[in-house]
């Protein structure tokens, strides 16, 4: 056991020991490999470094309440990450070898599993990589596909407390028809700088608009929207965010609660309405938000608009009642009726 404290981790590249590798060269994926070796060694012509070839997914391992330790909906992970390497036309590993090589992840490093009663999780992020050499602007077959972990407590730094996010008047993130609704790399790395200078404004997180006209609500950077109002749970349709499956799974929740479930259009103004509004995601959880703010991010102060909901660090409700449910279901505290959990041990 490391001597990790557990109730203060946060959520960062923290290193553990294994590492699960597979390549696909002619045409099949090759067995899985565990290694303690941190490093890749690549071609500096590799596709990944130069056009940004590459995908990944970010899932969760809990130890339960009865100390079972389980992988939460591995596998909407395993299509999801079909589905954007399809976009980049890049072999994907199947449901199998996703599956086990993240099994295998866990198992290798059970050191670093956080106990149950913390609050914390094992993080699990599979990256898929383009590492053919070449200058063509062409798909080619030749991948890396790893599976890494790392022992995870909050995103923000401390449970479930409420933060503030601006709609940055001067900056999209996807184009329509775009990458948007795919976990690409190259679509965080386009976020960097503006989280930068919003971070630097005291703001967690960017709410991006749609960009082809920027009169609904899209995505944070980190995460998807959700908005309530009185007993309905408000979320974006739009095919620009990625399919989170946390926002999923907390639909299924809300409907389990008795609550109503609606998949729109969020024009901007109705922000105004909403009696609680929070991001969520696997590595966010359910993060509420006091306040949110459109101003520009890039050049210029002036707050153009602002939306509130309630006070900052407190948390609504219904987000209590949905964070507790969820995580419940995730720490083995409460029934999985949906069968979510998929044992490892
Ligand atoms: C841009 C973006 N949207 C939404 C999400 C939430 O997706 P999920 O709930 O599957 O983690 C994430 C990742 O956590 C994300 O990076």
Not at 221 to 242: A, E, M, R
């Amino acid at each position: 056991m490391s001597n990790i404290n557990w109730d203060t981790i946060g959520f960062d590249a923290y290193r553990t020991r294994t590492v699960i590798l597979s390549r696909f060269q002619d045409g099949k994926w090759s067995p899985a490999e565990k290694t303690e070796n941190f490093s890749f060694t690549l071609d500096p012509f590799a596709q990944v470094l130069h056009y940004a070839v590459a995908c990944f997914e970010g899932l969760k391992a809990f130890t339960q309440k009865d100390g079972k330790i389980v992988i939460f909906r591995p596998d909407e992970n395993a299509a999801r990450m079909r589905r954007t390497a399809d976009y980049l036309g890049m072999p994907a590993p199947d449901e199998d070898l996703f599956i086990s090589m993240c099994e295998e992840c866990v198992k290798n490093n059970l050191e670093f599993m956080p106990p149950y009663g913390h609050g914390a999780s094992m993080y699990l992020r599979p990256i898929l990589m383009g590492v053919h050499p070449q200058m063509q602007l062409t798909p080619n077959p030749d991948a890396l596909f790893a599976v890494i972990c790392a022992p995870a407590g909050a995103y923000y730094g401390s449970n479930m407390r409420s933060f503030s996010a601006v709609i940055p008047g001067d900056y999209d993130r996807a184009a329509p028809k775009g990458s948007g609704s795919y976990k690409l790399g190259a679509n965080y790395a386009a976020t960097f700088k503006p989280y930068k200078i919003a971070h630097d404004q005291g703001y967690q997180e960017l709410l991006f608009l749609n960009s082809a006209t920027r009169e609904y609500v899209d995505e944070y950077g980190s995460s998807n929207f959700f908005g309530i109002k009185g007993n309905t749970y408000v979320t974006p349709l739009s095919d620009s965010v990625l399919p989170s499956i946390t926002n999923k799974s907390l639909q299924q929740v809300a409907k389990d609660l008795g609550m109503e479930v609606e998949k729109r259009k969020i024009p901007v103004e109705e922000l105004a309405e909403f009696d609680e509004a929070a991001a969520c995601g696997t590595a966010v959880v359910i993060t509420p938000m006091y306040r949110i703010d459109i101003k520009p991010v890039l050049g210029g102060e002036e707050i153009e608009r602002s939306f509130t909901y309630g006070e900052p660090e407190k948390v609504g409700p219904v987000c209590t009642k949905l964070y507790k449910t969820l995580t419940g279901i995730q720490n083995g505290e409460l029934p999985d009726t949906h069968g979510w959990c998929h044992e490892v041990r």
